[in-house]
């Protein structure tokens, strides 16, 4: 049986049926239960700091033989919610093996889909992501979806760099990088579009490899482990860091490789543990912070 955890963590029951999933935060998430021939089952599941270890039980129901083949489609457009113009370039995902890109008038188009529960995602630069939940059965063998994304209220201006022997002033959207790349230096790590050029990636989760405390899963999410950031503090949970575009906080658990390419970054910072975190970072709930800036 396939198990989701708010459809960012994903686990396979073993053979009597039991599974597990560990490094859960405290939080109201969304747990899917699904298996080919079975009725999908979801509900939400609420998670307070005083559960240690929580038993979940579920039985799905089996579906009548000639449902087994059934096989749905999700067609659908994506507009600016300002506009209302049709986006193209929308990455639209509704899991690893599906996904799309909206043309030139916003529409997108999924088939050969199989029943279950499904979350259905929208990224594009300029953006905040959005996603949405699907009914997809028997009964809605072809679904049309419409989806107005919010604008990034990002500044466009130039950056503009000043300076002599004795100082250095920056203005424009990157001034905020490089204030914080002097003042907390010794806590985050400064990656400049020249860093990222010469690592030649196609990922943007790749340059988390081999970042100490830094794990990177297959479908590009990456999570830190408290207390690995140079810190005397010992090892403790591992989840999610906050992660910032231009400045305005989207969520933790987001997948990088969703949001944005390498070739499409101007900078980046990261900052590995909340102990290290500046103060006008700093989210309840995340281990650290990324925050990505756009060409």
């Known amino acids: 049986m396939d198990v989701r955890l708010d459809d960012t963590v994903r686990v396979v029951t073993d053979a009597d049926g039991t599974f597990e999933i560990r490094g859960v935060t405290p939080a109201t998430h969304q747990i899917a239960f699904s298996r080919v021939g ?7 599941l609420p998670i307070s700091d005083s559960d240690q270890d929580l038993f979940v039980s579920v039985a799905l129901e089996r579906l009548p033989p000639n449902l087994f083949s059934v096989r749905l489609r999700v067609e659908g457009a994506v507009t600016d919610a300002i506009s209302g113009r049709g986006v193209r370039g929308v990455r639209v995902q509704l899991d690893t ?19 279950g529960p499904r979350r259905l995602r929208f990224t594009r630069i300029g953006y ?16 049309f979806v419409t989806v107005a994304l919010e604008p990034l209220p990002v500044e466009l201006e130039p950056v503009v760099v000043r300076g002599d022997t004795s100082s250095t002033m920056v203005r424009g959207r990157l001034a905020e990088f490089f204030r914080r790349q002097r003042q907390y230096a010794a806590w985050g790590r400064f990656l400049t ?3 990222i050029e010469r690592r030649n990636l196609f990922r943007v989760s790749s340059l988390f490899y081999g970042v100490a405390g830094a794990r990177v899963d297959d479908k590009g999410t990456v999570t830190f482990r408290e207390g690995a950031a140079g810190t005397r503090e010992p090892l403790g949970r591992r989840c999610s860091p906050a992660v910032y575009l231009h400045g305005m906080f989207l969520s933790g658990g987001i997948r990088l490789d969703e949001l944005a390419r390498p070739e499409d970054l101007a900078a980046l ?13 700093a989210r309840s709930g995340t281990c650290g912070t990324i925050v990505l800036w756009t060409r």
């Open 97 to 115: 093996a599906n996904r799309a890109v909206t043309d030139t008038r916003g529409m997108f188009e999924i088939r050969e889909l199989i029943p």
């Open 269 to 281: 910072e990261v900052y590995r543990s909340s102990l290290t975190t500046p103060l006008e970072l």
């Open 128 to 143: 905040l992501p959005k996603s949405l939940e699907l009914p997809l059965d028997w009964t809605n063998r072809h679904l």
């Open 38 to 44: 079975y009725e999908p089952k979801s509900y939400p």
């Open 193 to 195: 579009p020249q860093d």
